[in-house]
């Protein structure tokens, strides 16, 4: 059985608004965002894009729908983008860009670095025949799985779509992770894609939002998807000024996320049974082998740790955030420890 969670590593997003975030929200001035002058949407939009170097933001209320839009502002019916496989925007999504905007996505196999091998995109380029669709975007996502994308394959993948031709899109959903743990510059990492679209609502800790920035008339463009799917919010400053504050105070400390995350996984794989990556942000992945590994996650959760899982169960994923400290990771990882070494496990 399952006790409350104490300690939630399922994932960035579960973070609560802070005292100190829902303070920026109750007094934050507002108007109506779809008449385009709601101040604090404003503010927000004028601060990311002057972080990401790019000239125009607009602040929608999820990644998948920052996602789509940018997809639909780049691409028209009959085109294709080029993504990897584990692509949040390709697998996570719903089939938006299929369903919604009749635009194929060529999907590659990521290396397990996250990277899509800059010769595999080189082939998937379709010729200019009627027997194909039209590549028109290649899109990438950093951090990928937590894992940082090399800035020399991010220069190289930049050169290949100029050459050809095609857009870039940047899934940035975590890319102030990158940019912590890489110390290079949101806005160098950013500066190649024609789009960038960032999540409010992860580790930065706002409830909600996401910010997609571009040049003006892309902007002006998804502007006009995000009516039509239905994201144009009227006094959306209360939410934006989570983000506004989000962006103030929350960057930084991604360090401190991601230095819970080393301890964890140093914690852990020291623990017989358990498989542990080495994290490079805020993620931490672990393959179980054993009987008593595979019910590691039921036992966790009975001692109020929640974890996240794939591949049938084998695969646990621990992302840390503002809401879980090192007296959290300490206390997992060591309730961890107990469970393997025989011990059954009750909430503290
Ligand atoms: C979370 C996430 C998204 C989507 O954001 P939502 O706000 O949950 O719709 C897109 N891309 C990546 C890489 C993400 O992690």
């Known amino acids: 059985m399952s006790s409350p969670i104490q300690y939630d590593f399922r994932s960035d997003t579960v973070t609560r608004p802070s005292p100190g975030m829902r303070d920026a929200m109750m007094s934050a001035p507002v108007g109506d965002d779809v008449f385009g002058d709601d101040p604090s949407v404003l503010a927000l939009e004028g601060a990311v894009a002057k972080r990401l170097g790019k000239r125009a933001a607009l602040f929608l209320p999820s990644g998948t729908q920052s996602n789509l839009a940018a997809v639909l502002s780049h691409c028209a019916r009959g085109d294709e983008y080029v993504c990897g496989q584990e692509a949040h925007a390709y697998k996570y999504e719903a089939g938006g860009a299929a369903v919604l905007g009749s635009v194929q996505p060529q999907p590659l196999a990521?290396?397990?670095?996250?990277?899509?091998?800059?010769?595999?995109?080189?082939?998937?380029?379709?010729?200019?025949?009627?027997?194909?669709?039209?590549?028109?975007?290649?899109?990438?996502?950093?951090?990928?799985?937590?894992?940082?994308?090399?800035?020399?394959?991010?220069?190289?993948?930049?050169?290949?779509?100029?050459?050809?031709?095609?857009?870039?899109?940047?899934?940035?959903?975590?890319?102030?992770?990158?940019?912590?743990?890489?110390?290079?510059?949101?806005?160098?990492?950013?500066?190649?894609?024609?789009?960038?679209?960032?999540?409010?609502?992860?580790?930065?800790?706002?409830p909600v939002g996401s910010v997609l920035v571009g040049e003006e008339a892309l902007i002006a463009r998804a502007r006009r998807w995000r009516k039509m799917l239905g994201g144009g919010m009227r006094q959306a400053g209360v939410v934006a000024a989570a983000g506004l504050y989000a962006l103030e105070n929350n960057v930084a400390r991604l360090a401190v996320d991601h230095e819970c995350a080393g301890v964890l996984a140093s914690k852990l794989s020291d623990i017989e049974g358990l498989d542990v990556e080495t994290p490079q942000t805020n993620m931490v992945f672990v393959t179980l082998s054993g009987a008593r590994a595979l019910a590691l996650p039921a036992a966790l959760a009975a001692a109020g740790v929640a974890v996240g899982g794939s591949d049938g169960g084998r695969r646990m994923r621990w992302v840390t955030h503002l809401d879980v400290d090192v007296a959290a990771v300490k206390y997992a990882a060591d309730a961890a420890r107990r469970f393997m070494n025989g011990e059954t496990l009750r909430a503290a």
Request: net charge negative; charged share 15%; hydrophobic share 45%.
């Open 110 to 206: 990521n290396d397990p670095d996250g990277s899509v091998p800059l010769a595999l995109i080189e082939q998937a380029i379709k010729p200019d025949d009627p027997h194909f669709a039209i590549t028109r975007m290649i899109t990438v996502e950093n951090t990928i799985g937590g894992k940082v994308l090399p800035c020399t394959y991010l220069s190289a993948l930049a050169e290949l779509s100029s050459r050809h031709g095609l857009a870039l899109h940047l899934d940035g959903a975590r890319l102030f992770n990158a940019a912590v743990a890489t110390g290079v510059d949101a806005a160098m990492i950013a500066a190649p894609f024609d789009s960038v679209s960032v999540c409010l609502s992860k580790g930065l800790g706002a």
